[in-house]
């Protein structure tokens, strides 16, 4: 078949049901379809306007409202919402005692952040590979990195999809180690039916509303638990470590001013009007969801049978509200390089990206002594992961433009 000419035509965008982008369904260009985007419609807007129109515009009832809908959400008893997801890694990391001769172990396919928050709070991340297929941290690898200075682990439900809970849960529990999960792709996704935010075993669970994640607050994040004490330290460390509480206070005092800062704390609050638009944007959860889960059986079922491209192998006990959709190339199979495929999809008007640079390789990591080889399984994907356009308003004209880019650059025509 000769190759076919695509993505000429200008895709129809099709309005999503029952609401109107303000911005956010179409790309930001007519020409290139982007990897992410977030979706505002007027509800978002309305949301947003009340809110700078309210005597509040931070500490104010939106906080505590969108906190509550995060607890019913994930099933957690409590929830922090806090300037970004580093923010609340890093606020996870504190209310966990990390700090300097402690070992932490994460992935290194994440983004820096996941490691960051462990270097915050002076302790050392130690970096476990991946398995090949799901390409989550494999917890054989992370039992191998186990030392009598591991403290804690984080790993990162990469991509969405849930990692192998059970397996690390049991590591844990094993080695006396505290569970803060990484779960910035993955608000909406069940793991055997339980909402990530809740897991048993997990301490804390970290999210992210940056605007290519899920949902949106601008930027914005939280920490869930199910544990108060953690709760109640994760509340001060979101602001200077001050409490208003008596209970809490060293010298306790009738002064209506008074407060006592009982740790150091950062100001890491998220504004009432950024918690309008996370609440006005968690509304529209299911809808997301079911979109992204519709755009990746879609992704599965058109690409499974293009030689030389590997999907990411989902487990069924993930029930996955997918962030990212990867896709591996066979780089021997298409005797061609990652950059090569990257660029003809480019070509293509496809804008993809690469998730993640292994967090190691980055010249701070390579300064502080990590050396390349360390995980070979994550350097190897790393060669060959490329991410196709995935989000809320990419419409099925749009998908099939990228569908076909795909195939016409692995060569599926040329036969
Ligand atoms: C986006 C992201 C973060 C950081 O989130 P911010 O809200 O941008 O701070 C952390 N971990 C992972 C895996 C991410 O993708």
Redesign the pocket.
Known sequence: MAAKKIVTDKPKTKKAPALAAVAGGIPASDEMIYYGHQYIDYADVKAVSEALRSPYLTDGPGVEAVEKKLCEITGAKYAVVVS??????HIACMAAGIGPGDEVITTPI??A??ANCILYCGATPVFADIDPETYNIDPKSVEACITEKTKAIIP?H?TGQAFDHDALREICEKHNLIMIQ?A??AIGTKYKGQPVGSLAGAAMT?F???P??TVTAG???AVTTDDKALYELLIRARSHGITHDREFMAHPTDDPWYYEELELGYNYRMTDFQAALLSSQLNKLPLFSERRKELTKRYNKELAKVPGIILQKEPEESDTTRHLYILQIDTDKLSCTRREFFDAMMAEHIRCQVHYIPVYFHPYYEKLGYKRGLCPNAEHLYERIMSLPLYYGLTDAQQSCVIEAVKKVAGYYRK
């Not at 970004?84 to 890694?89: E, G, I, W, Y």
């Open positions: 970004n997801c580093t923010a609340a890694l994440t983004f952040a996941s990162v990469y990484d910035a792709h970290c992210s509303f940056h290519v994640k930027e914005g994040g």
